[in-house]
């Protein structure tokens, strides 16, 4: 009976639990989804009314579009460089036997735990020195280097879980290397690869910190023009950029699930 | 076509492997081995795990790169050849196929990689899978087929390209045993037809004996002895080699006493003594032989004269159709294992009685 009622709480606070973490993950969401279309500064909920104002705000604002544009290149640019660095890395730390690998991928993994600042501030030292201080160069080279350790790890992922046998088969049947790469390994590594540009564009477009330093007024990337908006004005076009950022993350999501399927993506889980 | 077992191949080597090494840091996989694989022959390279056949293998394949020595295949040494343009085919143990494409992309593939047009790769892979019963499984993908439907495509996508030599690891290993035995069958059909060289590498001695014209046992990256199976079943060359192939009462020791062809031996550190016959004079004084568990006679009367007289206690007994399995304790402590056969009617013997054995010196082998 004693048993019966414990095992009844404690499943009910398991619940509990679990529904109020998924409510403070997802209200803060909705709010902001709600006041992008509210007409008034301040947040009134429920809304009194629809309105797509600061909308039309995000769109007059030039450093808005600039900051759009800016982030879907330096996104675009950033992961293919990742994805061809990622795949070349991850074959010659996997397969190669030359001594430093582990410290080319401590290196690689480093931005992970690396405060972001210091990484802003040293790329910034480096812009200086050549010249390239807030132009798209160093801009990609940031990106790049911190979206690397995300493509790494998942194609590595998918490279460790390959069976070894297969290119070995491949090579018997008369496949070059070249051939052995195209028809075998590229095609294997494949949810390794579309997890790494789902991971790749998710996190340049949001990545600020080292932005912050790195770009320019011209090579603003959004999260950088939106830093700046707040210091000067509080309103919710913050709010109507940030539902435009769940619509296409929703959007990039739904175009890997049907070009690699989300669920190989996912089972990322690496040999036991 | 062929109807003597032994026509189909002709003497003129097809793989010849010289003085091959193959070291791993300070651990020599393969050891100096010298081995002659003939055209058309179905041989085995058998040994336990470790002992270096599967690298043995994987050199032939051209996997590895030998530290020392030479691969030549067909009279060309091919050594310095990458494995793709050796034109060789291997079946793995897992069977390696490719996930990602159809039963008909796998089985062309090697034919692909040869650039045949297309009209010619799909008459032959046609060709390839219904010689393993697979005709019409060309649309499957190879996570939808059973693990012996996955062994027939492997040993499809191998043959297809009509490869010099046919690498088999493992071949049956994967399989449970009904499909083992019907596979073991099936293959050694194939392999006659087709007439391939083949190599295949097993740990499974039974295999081995059943399945090759020849085959070589291989203990410590070396070969040990190279024959028919016949030949080394009956003369082991040593004990390694007499113990793996599942040889019972195996012991080591040395002789002490010798009167013509007669020798004494003592083993168990003098628990035992047995006397032999073995013609040749240069045994040398440390010696391995064993007792064929079918050549122990149980007898009615211990005679108090004469050699290998023994008695022991019957300690248990494996019924196994035609003939059982009986393990003896002598007095001395050692174990033999003996066959008694069973001529129809059921045997009296039981546990714990006492018996009193005879071995014709003849039937203790020195090997």
Not at chain 2, 148 to 170: F, I, S, T
Not at chain 2, 260 to 265: D, H, T
Request: aromatic fraction near 10%; hydrophobic fraction near 45%; include cysteine.
């Amino acid at each position: 009976m004693i048993s019966k009622i414990f095992r009844y709480w404690s499943r009910f606070t398991i619940g509990l639990i679990i529904c109020s973490i998924t409510l403070f993950l997802t209200i803060p969401t909705i709010l902001v989804v709600f006041s992008s279309f509210n007409p008034t500064s301040v947040l009134d909920f429920p809304p009194k009314s629809i309105s797509l104002r600061w909308y039309f705000n995000l769109g007059e604002r030039p450093d808005f579009r600039l900051g759009f544009i800016n982030t879907g290149l330096v996104g675009l640019i950033s992961t293919s460089f990742s994805i061809l660095a990622g795949i070349g890395m991850a074959l010659s730390i996997q397969r190669g036997s030359f001594p430093g690998r582990h410290a080319i991928y401590a290196v690689v993994m480093s931005p992970l735990v690396l405060p972001g600042v210091i990484i802003g501030v040293g790329l910034l030292m480096v812009a200086s020195k050549t010249g390239g201080v807030g132009g798209f160069p160093i801009v990609i080279v940031a990106h790049t280097l911190m979206v690397l350790p995300f493509v790494l790890r998942s194609i590595l992922i998918s490279l460790e879980n390959m069976d070894e046998n297969l290119e070995k088969a491949a090579a018997i049947l008369g496949a070059n290397p070249m051939k052995r790469f195209i028809y075998i390994t590229l095609p294997m590594l494949r949810p390794g690869i579309g997890a790494g540009i789902l991971f790749a564009l998710i996190m340049s477009v949001n990545e600020f910190t080292v932005s912050l330093f790195v770009t320019a007024r011209s090579t603003q990337t959004m999260p950088v023009v939106l830093f700046n908006y707040t210091m000067a004005y509080i309103d919710p076009t913050i709010a109507a950029v940030s539902t435009i950022y769940i619509v296409i993350t929703i959007i990039a999501i739904w175009l890997l699930d049907r070009l690699v399927g989300i669920a190989k993506i996912l089972r990322l889980e690496g040999k036991s | 076509m062929k109807d003597s077992q032994f026509d189909f191949y002709s003497p003129e080597p097809m793989v010849g492997l010289l003085g091959l090494t193959k070291r791993f840091g300070s651990i020599s996989a393969v050891d100096q081995v010298d081995l002659e694989i003939r055209k058309g022959e179905l041989f085995a390279l058998l040994g336990p795990s470790g002992s270096g056949k599967t690298t043995l293998l994987g050199l032939i394949a051209g996997f590895h790169e030998p530290t020392a020595g030479k691969v030549v295949i067909n009279g060309i040494d091919v050594t310095a050849i990458p494995s793709y343009k050796r034109n060789l085919a291997m079946m793995f143990q897992n069977y390696a196929l490719f996930p990602h494409l159809s039963v008909f992309d796998n089985v062309g593939f090697g034919l692909r990689m040869r650039g045949l047009p297309r009209n010619v790769i799909r008459e032959r892979v046609h060709k390839a899978l219904s010689l393993v019963r697979l005709g019409g499984f060309e649309d499957r993908w190879p996570n939808q087929l059973s693990g012996g439907q996955q062994q027939r495509v492997a040993l499809a996508r191998a043959l297809v390209v009509e490869p010099k030599v046919l690498l088999l690891d493992e071949p049956l290993a994967a399989l449970d045993k009904g499909l083992r035995d019907e596979m073991r069958i099936e293959l050694k059909e194939i392999q006659r037809n087709s007439g391939i060289t083949t190599i295949f590498v097993t740990h499974d001695q039974s295999e081995a004996l059943s399945l090759s014209d020849r085959l070589a046992i291989m203990d410590q990256g070396k070969i040990v002895q190279v024959d028919a199976p016949r030949q080394i079943h009956a003369n082991p060359k040593n004990g390694f080699v007499a113990r793996f192939l599942g040889l019972r009462n195996v012991f080591s020791g040395k002789w002490i006493r010798k009167e013509g062809e007669l020798i004494w031996i003592e083993s168990g550190n003098g628990k035992d003594q047995w006397v032999a016959i073995h013609p040749d004079d240069r045994v040398s004084k440390e010696c391995t032989f064993y007792i064929r568990p079918e050549r122990i006679q149980i007898i009615d009367r211990l005679q108090k004269i004469g050699f290998n007289y023994l008695s022991g206690i019957i300690k248990e007994i494996n019924y196994l159709g035609t003939y059982s399995e009986i393990r003896i304790q002598l007095l001395s402590g050692t174990q033999l294992i003996l066959f008694e056969m069973m001529f129809g009617e059921p045997s009296s013997r039981s546990v714990d009685s006492k018996v009193n054995l005879y071995i014709d010196p003849k039937d203790v082998v020195i090997i």
